[in-house]
C-alpha cells in the first residue's frame, strides 16, 4: 500500500516541469487510487504533452472518479487509439449516469471510432435507461458495419425485450458479423416472439 508521505509527495510533483518525475508521481496517485488528485489531473491534462495525457487518462481510469467523466469523454475523441481505449475503459469502470448519458450521446459522434466505442461501453456498463435503449436502437441502423454489431451486442447484454421488433430487423443486416450479434441478442431475451425469430433464423442458415 502506498504510504501518505509518497501521495503528498506525488501531489506535489504533478506540476514538475520533469517529465520523467511528473509521470511517476501519476502512476502513483493512479495506483493508489488516491481521489482527492482527480481535480489536479483534470486540470493539468489539457496542457499535457500525448504521453503524460496517456498516463493521466489511465491514472483516472484507476481512481474512477465521477469528477474525471468529462474530462474522460472529451478524451474518447482523441485521434490516439490508445488514449480512446483507456477512456473508454475509465468510463465503464466509472458507470453512473454522468458516465451513461455521455456515451449515450456519443452515439451521434461524427467519429465512427466513437461510435463504435460508446456503444460497447454502454453494453459493458449495463443500464438499460430509456436514453440508452433509443440510442443503440438507433445505431442498428448506423452507416458504420462496426457501430451496428457492438449496438445489437450491447442490446444483448442488456436483454431487453421492448427491443425485438429492431434486433429481428439487424438479422438481415448486409453485415455477418451483425447479423450474428443481433441473433445472440435476440437468444438472450425471454420472450416467446425472441424465441420464434432466433429458430427461424437459424433454421433458415
Known amino acids: 500500500m502506498t504510504n501518505q508521505n509518497a501521495i503528498e509527495k506525488a501531489l506535489e510533483t504533478l506540476r514538475s ?36 495525457y496517456y498516463l493521466i487518462v489511465q491514472a483516472l481510469g484507476r481512481i474512477a472518479d465521477e469528477r474525471a467523466v468529462d474530462t474522460l469523454l472529451q478524451a474518447m475523441r482523441r485521434d490516439d487509439i490508445w488514449v480512446r481505449a483507456a477512456a473508454t475503459g475509465a468510463l465503464i469502470r466509472i458507470g453512473g449516469e454522468a458516465s451513461v448519458s455521455g456515451l449515450a450521446n456519443g452515439l451521434n459522434d461524427e467519429n465512427k471510432a466513437v461510435r463504435r466505442a460508446s456503444a460497447k461501453a454502454l453494453g459493458k456498463i449495463g443500464v438499460a435507461s430509456d436514453e440508452v435503449k433509443r440510442g443503440l436502437s438507433g445505431s442498428l441502423l448506423d452507416a458504420d458495419k462496426g457501430v451496428r454489431r457492438f449496438a445489437a451486442e450491447a442490446l444483448g447484454r442488456l436483454g431487453e425485450d421492448t427491443l425485438v421488433p429492431e434486433l429481428a430487423q439487424a438479422l438481415a443486416d448486409e453485415d455477418p458479423r451483425t447479423r450474428i450479434a443481433a441473433f445472440k441478442a435476440l437468444a438472450n431475451i425471454d420472450t416467446q416472439e425472441a424465441r420464434d425469430l432466433v429458430r427461424k433464423w437459424a433454421k433458415d442458415q
Do not use: F, M, Y
Not at 520533469?18 to 483534470?42: F, Q, S
Open 17 to 52: 516541469d520533469n517529465l520523467e518525475v511528473r509521470a511517476d508521481a501519476i502512476e502513483l496517485l493512479g495506483e493508489a487510487e488516491h481521489a482527492p488528485a482527480v481535480p489536479i489531473l483534470v486540470e493539468i491534462i489539457q496542457d499535457s504533452d500525448p504521453g503524460t
